[in-house]
């Protein structure tokens, strides 16, 4: 049996809990627990997907869902602009930038902690019934509830063998 280790997803809830209120100002993200889940299938009610790859001798993946209106409400406050439905280029980049800010910071907390790790660039997806293929490394799910609807970040990451 596979067992995830505390070290490698602490730094994303540190990450998460700390960065998000500081970017996002006037949303209030409650974390609701931790949850272990090897079915990466994103919801219908997701409406932005965006995934980030980790590589070195830390692999996987980072998988950031947020409901419809909870993008569009980030988007705006990041960008200081109304979006619309259809989220333009603008409010896109927002949405990747956040996930980038933080992972960036997890990523410099598994760096302090010893390890030699980094990431790729956000992929972002728009729409419902979103099916990512599920990792060959259990995922640990880690809920924010807002005002505004639910964000989901997925990590799914282990050591790589010597």
Do not use: C, W
Request: glycine share 6%; proline share 4%; no cysteine.
């Amino acid at each position: 049996m596979f067992k995830i280790k505390k070290e490698l997803i602490n730094p994303f809830i540190e990450a998460a809990t700390h960065v998000l209120p500081q970017i996002v100002t006037g949303i209030s993200f409650n974390r609701t627990g931790l949850m272990i889940s090897n079915d990466v299938a994103v919801s219908k009610d997701r409406h932005a997907v965006i995934i980030l790859g980790v590589v070195g001798n830390v692999k996987g993946r980072v998988i950031y869902s947020l409901d419809n209106e909870l993008a569009r409400e980030i988007a705006s406050r990041m960008t200081l602009e109304s979006v619309s439905e259809e989220m333009g280029t603008l409010a896109r980049s927002a949405l990747a930038e956040m996930t980038n800010m933080v992972t960036g910071r997890a990523i410099a907390l598994l760096v302090d902690s010893g390890y030699t790790v980094d990431f790729s660039p956000p992929t972002l997806f728009m729409g419902r019934e979103i099916q990512i293929p599920e990792s060959d490394v259990p995922a640990i799910l880690i809920p924010f509830q807002t005002q505004f609807g639910l964000l989901h970040i997925n990590v799914a990451i282990k050591e790589v063998e010597k």
